[in-house]
């Protein structure tokens, strides 16, 4: 009887739950913060990886009399000593090294037969090497954008005929295999195998997700305070990522990040299938705008080149900074992720105070504001000389990013309301496809400029095309609202006045308030 009773109320709570927008919330928060989680926790451990099996198979190929590496014991991330003496003990167990490192004892002589030197850091690392492996981890990072721009385009009108949910749970699926794949990879091939893979599920699950998350929060005021919440879900995925994929690759293996990843994902799948039970096929009712008269809308190609550039330039950053920094500060593995921690707590922070403070202020003035410190952020980050002084320009870097992120995705579906049909699967696609130029165009290119004029130049580059593109966020303070829109956002403010509002001078107001203050501005 007992037994009974519970289940009776367990499927209550599932019935309940079924119809409860915020379970749609918290789905989509933990498939995001899944996919954006694998998305960076290969960013320390990539560029280690591959240069630990290049040193390894150099060194296996070595003849007997070559000196052999630094035991761990002996510090090899730390390239010289000095102000204090070594002991016998410890020069016998360095003795071996001699690939760059430079011992000194307190009168300031060389010890252990190396050359002197002139107080710079000296990397034992193979420069040549990492020069070419900008281009290998550019291509690797970059694959999963490409796949992912190639898939958009069919996985937003696909929404649009069978619903969101199917395609949620497909997305589920290919990303646990990539994660699978991840863990045990161990060639340069596998693992870009396993990149591209995430792309097609990454575009499952975001294009459904934010889809769903729109359908089912119309008023744009939830809309904008969902998807900010749901962002902040991206920005601990970020956050989490490069520093646990950094500590459990130093402390436990590869493997261990990507296993623990996959398991979360089960999870995950388990509440799709309870909640969102995705074998039913259930179609939007009325037919959205096809993907080509969205990008005819030059507002909505302005707010996607916002995206586009801002995210190209943390994707450049994610790319070169690892490789950069084990060449200029020799740096271990475990900084290596840890770098990005002040960039990923500040994009929290921004997240979710913008989501909520933007349509206050306008959503069109956060998004210039944060080009601008975006900009300046990335021409900043290499005057650093060590990873403390990395910390200003990140916390600028992932704030502005977080202001950007957190008001034009928004924007996207708000256009989408007042100037097309109220169907989301295209402009939602429409966005990721904005991201995934980001994510596409900057590794790629990113290693290429590297290697050609070096890590200070890219930085200026991307900084600068992001102060001069923010201009561009003006047209976005009032957009005109098409005539034919004008008649039904009427008759839907007569059932419910707060449906739609629109931004006029940093304040909100009803559509039809709006109309009649301004008038109808028609293309």
Not at 269 to 298: M, N, Y
Request: hydrophobic residues 45%; aromatic residues 10%.
């Amino acid at each position: 009887m007992v037994t009974f009773v519970k289940e009776c109320r367990a499927w209550k709570w599932l019935k309940k739950a079924r119809q409860s927008r915020t379970m749609v919330l918290v789905i989509v928060y933990i498939a995001l913060f899944l996919d954006y989680t694998l998305l960076t926790v290969i960013v320390p451990i990539i560029p280690s990886f591959l240069y630990d099996k290049y040193d390894t198979e150099m060194n296996g190929s070595a003849s007997p009399k070559q000196p052999q590496a630094l035991p761990s014991t002996a510090s090899p991330d730390l390239p010289y000593y000095s102000g204090g003496q070594l002991t016998t003990e410890n020069t016998a167990k360095t003795e071996s090294k001699t690939e760059g490192f430079e011992w000194r004892n307190t009168t300031g002589a060389p010890i252990l037969g190396l050359r002197p030197t002139t107080g710079k850091v000296h990397c034992s690392r193979n420069e040549s090497f990492l020069s070419e492996e900008n281009l290998l981890v550019g291509l690797l990072f970059a694959s999963k954008a490409i796949v992912q721009l190639l898939v958009n385009p069919l996985v937003g009108p696909l929404t649009n005929r069978i619903g969101y949910h199917l395609p949620m749970f497909t997305g589920f699926v290919i990303l646990f295999a990539s994660t699978i794949m991840y863990a045990f990879a161990n060639t340069y091939a596998w693992l870009f195998a396993a990149r591209s893979l995430q792309g097609i599920g990454s575009s499952c699950s975001s294009v459904s997700g934010l889809g769903m998350l729109a359908s089912h929060y119309t008023d744009d005021n939830e809309r904008g305070k969902a998807m900010g919440i749901v962002l902040g879900g991206i920005a601990v995925g970020v956050l989490v990522g490069a520093p646990f994929g950094s500590v459990m690759y130093e402390f436990v293996g590869k493997s261990a990040p990507f296993l623990t990843l996959a398991a979360l994902a089960l999870i995950d799948g388990v509440l799709q299938l309870c909640i969102f039970q995705p074998t039913k096929a259930t179609a939007e009712s009325q037919k959205g705008s096809s993907l080509l008269t969205l990008l005819r809308d030059p507002y909505i190609l302005i707010a996607a080149g916002s995206l586009c550039f801002a995210n190209m330039a943390i994707a450049m950053l994610e790319q070169a900074l690892p490789i950069w920094m084990m060449k200029t500060m020799c740096s271990p593995k475990l900084q290596l992720g840890l770098a990005f921690l002040p960039s990923t707590i500040s994009y929290l922070m921004g997240t979710n105070l913008f989501g909520v403070l933007a349509n206050k202020i306008g959503r069109w003035l956060c998004s210039l504001i944060g080009m601008v410190i975006l900009g300046i952020s990335m021409i900043t980050v290499p005057l650093a000389t060590n990873i403390f002084l990395l910390i200003a320009p990140g916390c600028g870097t992932g704030f502005s990013l977080g202001m950007i992120d957190s008001t034009m995705i928004p924007i996207m579906g708000y256009l989408v309301d007042i100037r097309h049909v109220s169907v989301y699967g295209s402009i939602f696609a429409i966005a990721d496809v904005a991201l995934c130029l980001g994510f596409a165009i900057g590794p790629s290119m990113g290693g290429a400029i590297v290697k050609a004029i070096g890590f200070h130049w890219l930085m200026v580059i991307i900084g600068v095309i992001n102060i001069s593109y923010a201009p561009l966020c003006i047209f976005l303070r009032n957009p005109p609202i098409k005539e034919e829109k004008m008649a039904i956002l009427s008759q839907d403010n007569c059932v419910n006045p707060n449906l739609y509002t629109a931004e006029r001078d940093g304040q909100e107001f009803p559509m039809t308030e709006a109309r009649n203050e301004e008038g109808v501005n028609s293309e």
